[in-house]
């Protein structure tokens, strides 16, 4: 499996940082196959984020999710949802190595900028959650 689902979550695009984001991800070879801009409504948000629901930070992670806009993306590369895992860093920015998304752009633990599929099944199920078979591009 060479994809993965990526989201540019609200604080991100609210900053201003999405395009920022985007070329960094290009530059580290991944390819964008699928994308759009959206607002996720609350039902949509506990879905996403459903396997989270017993979590403390369960209600504010959907309260920030569905605040601003988002951009999934469906993105390309070799080894796919472990290289794009590397790229973003840890879950908390104070933890996330030099040089990866979350140390460079986001704001908190939950305010990280971006989401990553974490196995290849989920990310499978993540970008049906988004995307059709025909949304997806080859340049
Ligand atoms: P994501 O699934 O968004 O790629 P992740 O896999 O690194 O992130 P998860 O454990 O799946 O981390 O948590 C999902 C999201 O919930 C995090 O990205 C973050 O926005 C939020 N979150 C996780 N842990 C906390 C926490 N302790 N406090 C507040 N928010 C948190
Ligand atoms: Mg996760």
Do not use: C
Not at 45 to 74: C, K, N, Q, W
């Amino acid at each position: 499996m060479n994809q993965t689902l990526a989201i540019i979550k609200p604080d991100a695009t609210g900053a201003g940082r999405a395009g920022k984001i985007i070329a960094h991800l290009e530059e580290k070879g991944f390819k964008v196959r699928a994308m759009r801009m959206t607002r996720l409504d609350q039902r949509q948000a506990e879905a996403f984020y459903a396997v989270h629901r017993e979590r403390p930070f369960f209600d504010s992670l959907v309260s920030f999710m569905t605040s601003g806009p988002v951009i999934p993306m469906v993105l390309e590369k070799d080894g796919a949802v472990a290289a794009f895992r590397e790229a973003i860093g840890a879950t908390n920015p104070e933890e996330a190595a030099e040089g990866t998304v979350r140390k460079l752009w986001a704001e908190s633990i939950e305010r990280n900028a971006v989401h990553g599929s974490d196995s290849d099944e989920n990310a499978r199920q993540e970008i049906g959650f988004f995307f059709s078979d025909q949304d997806l591009l080859s340049i």
